[in-house]
């Protein structure tokens, strides 16, 4: 769409501009590291940071989240009576700031899991008030980024608004209309000549000699990669390493298993039903009534992430399911990397240098 | 690229509220009726809003909820051809969701979704020979395609029923199995696994039943409902009478927590059993590694 010049000193007006018909959160400095959170402050926004603990997805598919609440009791013939009404939680207007392209990846990821066959209308009611400001990616996260190898270090068509940091001003790309407004009535935001549509062209194209690539294989491989792998020994040594304690999903940008419950208030007679995030590493997520658990070891629990982040979510929802943004590596405590895993995939299955 | 969702329907959800949809609210049904069929088993009768008929295939699946207890997917046992304005579920008590269920009487209100999955397809068997295993519980389910054969009965060739239960207290429906072996135009052939003084039929798992069947693999399909270990046995038995893959069918117990294909849970490798599935053929199940 447009391109508009946002002067970086006047961020901070912008930013309170917002915040009277927002909710604005966005990357802030915390003692664990980056996370987002509420901006309070303009000051607190921190646009040149490196990643964040969890990805955005949490304003997306909250942690926990009401679906509907319920209320029971004896009717007039003595039995059980139930009222329902159903939960929209969070839907109010919210602005995102500071979206790396790795985790917009993840959104739009997202958009097409919840919107896909049977419309999830909790998720697309508030995707509908949330506002996406990526930020261009100039310089890695990390060691543990392989968003380069992901192809996820160009920004989707996700956002409202997309910035690019150019020294003392933002360029402002307007993905939408709805981004566009964000933009009206700032006397300070200018539209980009042509001269600085080539500043911008020698900032982008001049950032990818400082991402390296860290898989021995195309991410187009990776599918045809894991099905070779299916039966690999390396399943069995992952298993026996990993804790199962569930961190790299939680992590995760493009996880969003869920397991649903009820929760009750004092009287038993009140509650919500909640859903909250699953994770496919615990032990309990395939297990089914009578005590047969489809996914019992850790090994197979393992391999069905790694077969879902590479293959499976591309199967059915057309995307690689990883954004190569690192965080499930960052998190882990016993070292199970995506690169490393399908690294040693590849050795083991004595395959050729990627192409 | 979404052959998962070819064949959304369902008729019990989404429901409107104040202009909004939420695929995971239930409708509000009664409990008409309560059977206690085993120790272990009972038999719901329930009733959606307004009587409204349930819409359902055999084979497919409702999400059963007691508000402040949970929701968990349950077979529908009623044959399309015989619902109504009520559909029977048959729900065995084996947790905590179906522990409080079996407390609930008539009047009881529950919620129900669905129906959900793909079940079998009954058109493309008319004309053919039907060959029903049963295992345990499986019964239940395969009676949504037993009955239907039934009250349809010329539009199919033979019905062959061959059902294997654990020991004799836990066989189900012994009134429908009575008219099964006393009609000419049903082959039923039962056995338990451990028999008791009170038992003089057939001893040993389901398997031991074929020998004792004849079938034309020129026009039979196969169903087979039961627990999971019984399906690759099962599946050895019905490729050995000459039945190719395709002919089989076979139905996947998952956990499953939104029916809609999005929690996980049910996934067997790529693919959400509670939307393509619960229903497979046997060559559909052969082309990924977690299925069987």
Redesign the interface.
Known sequence: MSLYILPKERLPEFVRALQGNYRVVGPVKTEHGFAFDDISDPQQLQLDYTTTILPPKKYFLPQREVLFSYHTEQGDNGRQRIEMRPVYQGVEPTVIFGVHTCDMNGIMLYDKVFSEGFRDEHYMERREQIYVIGIECLHPCDEASFCKDMGTLTAPPVYDLHMTDAGDFYFVDTGTEKGERLLLDHVYVKMAEKEDIQKLGQILSSKWPRFRMRLKMSRDQTPALLTLGYQAKLWQELGERCLACGSCTNVCPTCFCFDVIDENDITLQNGERVRVWDSCQLYEFALVAGGHNFRESKASRVRHRLMRKGKYIKQVHGLIGCTGCGRCERACLVHITVPGTLNALHEEMQLEPGV | ??H??EN?KTTTT?LR??G???????A?ATIEDVKTETALEKIYTVRLPGGQNLGHVPGQFVMV?V??????PISVMSSPSRTGETFKLCI?K??DL?GVIHL????????IRGPFGRGFPVDTFRGKDILVAAGGLGLAPARSLIDEVLDHRSQFGRLIILYGAKNPSEILFRDAIAEWEERDDVEFLMTVDRPDPTWFGHVGVITTLFPHVEVNPYKTVAVTVG???MYRFVTMELLGKGLTPEQIWLSF???M??G??????C??????SC?EGPSWTYAEALAF??AL
Not at chain 2, 67 to 72: I, K, M, N, Q, S
Not at chain 2, 104 to 111: A, E, F, K, V
Not at chain 2, 260 to 265: A, E, F, N, R, T
Not at chain 2, 267 to 272: S, T
Request: aromatic share 6%.
């Open positions: 690229m979404l998962l969702h959304l989404p509220y104040d909004h949809t939420s695929v995971f609210l239930p509000v909820s508000p402040g207890v949970g929701e968990a065995r084996a947790g179906t609930l009487q008539p009047g009881d209100q529950i919620g627990p999971p270990v117990e998952r956990r927590k939104c809609i294909g999005k929690c996980g849970h996934q067997v490798n790529h693919r959400y939307q590694e977690e």
